[in-house]
C-alpha cells in the first residue's frame, strides 16, 4: 500500500478533491502526505519591470499566496488525522509537471496525486496538460481526480461489501 504520497495543489476546487481524495487514502493507508505548491515565476515576468521590482514585490508576493494555499491544504488534509508535510516549489523555466515529477522522486514518493481540469479540444493543444504530462512521464502510479463537468450527474456508489463478502469470488 502506499506510505507516501505527494498532492500537488493549486487552491482550486478541483485540487480540493483531489486532496480530500487523498487524504482519505493516507488515512486508510496510515500514509503520509507532501502537498507540493508551485510558483510560476515565468507566469508572472513581463520583461517590463526591472528586476529589483520583481524580487522585491512580485516573487515576495507570489511566495506569501503560495504560502496561503499550502496552509489551507494542510489544514484541510490535518482534518482526515494524517500527517501532513508541504513544499513551495518555485518554477524558474521548466514545466510545471518536471517540478512535480521531480520533487516526487526527491521525496520518494509512492503516488502522486493531482486534479485535473478536463481541458478538451482547442483548449488541450493550447494549453497542454500538466496533469496528463504528470501521467505519462512519472515513476510512480498518479491518481487523476476530475472535476466534475456541469450539469454532470453523480454515479452512484456501490454498495459497501459485508465483510464476509469482501474476500468471496
Known amino acids: 500500500m502506499y506510505q507516501r504520497i505527494l498532492v500537488a495543489v493549486d487552491g482550486s476546487d478541483t485540487s480540493n478533491k483531489g486532496l480530500d481524495e487523498a487524504a482519505e487514502l493516507a488515512r486508510l493507508a496510515k500514509a503520509t502526505l507532501c502537498l507540493v505548491h508551485v510558483i510560476e515565476i515565468t507566469d508572472h515576468v513581463t520583461g517590463f519591470e526591472p528586476c529589483e521590482v520583481f524580487f522585491n514585490d512580485a516573487l515576495p508576493a507570489m511566495e506569501r499566496a503560495g504560502k496561503r494555499i499550502l496552509q489551507r491544504a494542510g489544514d484541510r488534509a490535518a482534518t482526515h488525522g494524517v500527517e501532513v508535510q508541504t513544499r513551495l516549489l518555485k518554477n524558474l523555466a521548466a514545466r510545471t509537471s518536471e517540478v512535480i515529477i521531480a520533487e516526487a522522486i526527491a521525496w520518494h ?14 483548449d488541450r493543444l493550447l494549453y497542454g496538460s ?40
Open 109 to 122: 514518493a509512492d503516488l502522486i496525486v493531482i486534479g485535473t481540469h478536463g481541458r478538451h479540444g482547442v
Open 130 to 169: 500538466e496533469a496528463e504530462d504528470v501521467l505519462r512521464r512519472a515513476p510512480v502510479p498518479v491518481l487523476l481526480v476530475r472535476a466534475a463537468s456541469p450539469g454532470a450527474q453523480a454515479v452512484p456508489a456501490r454498495p459497501a461489501l459485508e465483510p464476509a463478502e469482501a474476500g468471496a469470488t
